[in-house]
């Protein structure tokens, strides 16, 4: 198998996952990531841990992925790279264009120089992995450089010389014996729902909570940046939802968010928190007990709230139906969290036509689906990109995913 080389899309949990399988099996691997950093979108999730004891939200299998797949001698990163082409004779033959790398991160050292020193909002991205490169980017549409060459500090002040501003994009030709898509999901954008998200300072998704709780340990208001007293947080935004025709519940929302409620109860008593659902999902065989624990702390309400509106202070007003009653309530919270779904990626289209596999009935892609198998041999699917899965779901079926391209390279020696 040290012949053989796999090419996989994607650098997310699943795509870093996989490729540390095959390159402990001494298989080579071209890991190719559209986005300047490594971990996807659990890489930003935050250790969900009570009082040090595991909740098994799965944050730390990322860093862990992240951290084994970056110093393998068998895999090769391309971070901001895309397949740009594709064909297949005997291998698969792939071009990959690389926008260019500003930072070299064989040089950086985390030092966080040049974030400090930069003068304008978001012209330096950080990562979130606090551990492992790339740890920074250039952002090439704020950057003053790229608009006037008006300035280069980040460059001139970086003790180990790792920036340069005048680099080209590169081109690089890779030949696969295999592929395995781990392009992942995007999250469900709730702006279309009557939650005025995007409009309201305090009305947040689940994810972004999830970053604040990662970069400053609790909840605030976007607002002011204060403590808030009232937290609601509702469920099912954009699954199980026939208006936007969504129909798939993305099974993995109750228990984060159950889990972020209680970290924040844990951490900052003070706040009353409300969760609104519809039902909850389970997850993991301690399920029982930590929702026992949980319906301690938090109000449960199961009701979807109605339309927001926001007052001059920037709380929110927020209507549901009682289910005793069955009178409309309003309540005023001061954030609002919405958990928002697992939708297919925008670009699974190009993926699917380039690859000739049919998407499910949803816009998933799964090889391995009975109806669905992709028409080129040798293409495999793994992670959120065949549907919505949590972290160890992911990590497993990556596993699988390996072990179903391994028994494809036996059947082609034969
Ligand atoms: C609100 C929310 C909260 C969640 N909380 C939890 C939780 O607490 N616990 C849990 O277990 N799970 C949770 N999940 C699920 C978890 O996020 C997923 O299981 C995990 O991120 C799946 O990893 P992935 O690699 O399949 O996809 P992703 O994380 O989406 O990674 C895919 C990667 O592929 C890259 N990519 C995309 N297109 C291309 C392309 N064309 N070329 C190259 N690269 C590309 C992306 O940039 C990304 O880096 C949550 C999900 C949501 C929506």
Redesign the pocket.
Known sequence: MADKNVLI?????????AAVEFANLGIHVDL????D???????S?AC?AIHDTCV????C??EEKLQSAVSHPNIKILTG???QNISKNHRFSASIRQKPLYIDREKCTNCGLCLDRCPVDRAILQGFSKNNHPFYAVNKEKCLYFKDQSCTICKDECPESAIGLDKNASEYAIEADAVLI???????NPKDKPYGYGCFKNVV???EL?RMLKQSGGAKKPSDKKLPQKIAFVQCVGSRDAKVNHLWC????C???L??ARLIKERQPEIEITFFYMDVQT?GKDFEQFYREAREKIRMIRAIPGDFYEMEDHRLKVNFVNNSTHETVEEIFDLVVL????TP???IG??SRMFRIGPDEFGFLKTNDKKISATINGVFT?????G???????VA??RSAVWKIINYFIGLKR
């Open positions: 899309i994607g650098g997310g949990v699943a795509g870093l996952s190719v990531e559209k986005s950093f490594l971990g996807g979108h659990a890489i999730y969900k098994k939200c799965g944050a299998m990322v790279s895309q397949l781990a392009i992942g999901f995007q999250p469900f998704t689940g994810l999830e993305s099974k993995v929302c228990g984060s968010a889990r972020m997850f958990s928002v779904g697992i990626i925008e670009g190009s993926m793994a992670g959120t990109v065949q919505p899965m949590s972290i160890p779901e992911t079926g990556a």
